[in-house]
Nanobody
Framework: QVQLVESGGGLVQAGGSLRLSCAAS????????MGWYRQAPGKQRELVAT???????NYADSVQGRFSISRDNARFTMYLQLNNLKPEDTAVYYC???????????WGQGTQVTVSS
């Protein structure tokens, strides 16, 4: 089993920045993909960004150039730097980890990000 704990959410004005963290613990394989997803009220959960254990990143078009995903494998921690935030970025942000070719998938409890206009 793997446990994921997010932190760093909050309330920020449009144009501001936040940094989210996701601490992973448990039986983590050396090869895995971690990612951030978000879910706004009344909408489906959507991909924000992913990063492989070797550092390859992928971003949703809506956040490309504003958000930056990174990870510290030695600390089993993933980060999401959110810059130039917009009201439409308001959502609960979830940490995700996939391993064993996606057979095993884990989610954190989520952290709220609210951007005021």
């Amino acid at each position: 089993q793997v446990q994921l704990v997010e932190s760093g959410g909050g309330l920020v004005q449009a144009g501001g920045s936040l940094r989210l963290s996701c601490a992973a613990s448990g039986k983590i394989n050396s090869i895995n993909i971690m990612g951030w997803y978000r879910q706004a009220p009344g909408k489906q959960r959507e991909l924000v960004a992913t990063i492989t254990s070797s550092g390859t990143t992928n971003y949703a078009d809506s956040v490309q150039g504003r958000f930056s995903i990174s990870r510290d494998n030695a600390r089993f921690t993933m980060y999401l730097q959110l810059n130039n935030l917009k009201p439409e970025d308001t959502a609960v942000y979830y940490c995700n980890l996939r391993q064993n070719r996606g057979v095993d998938t884990y989610w954190g409890q989520g952290t709220q990000v609210t951007v005021s206009s």
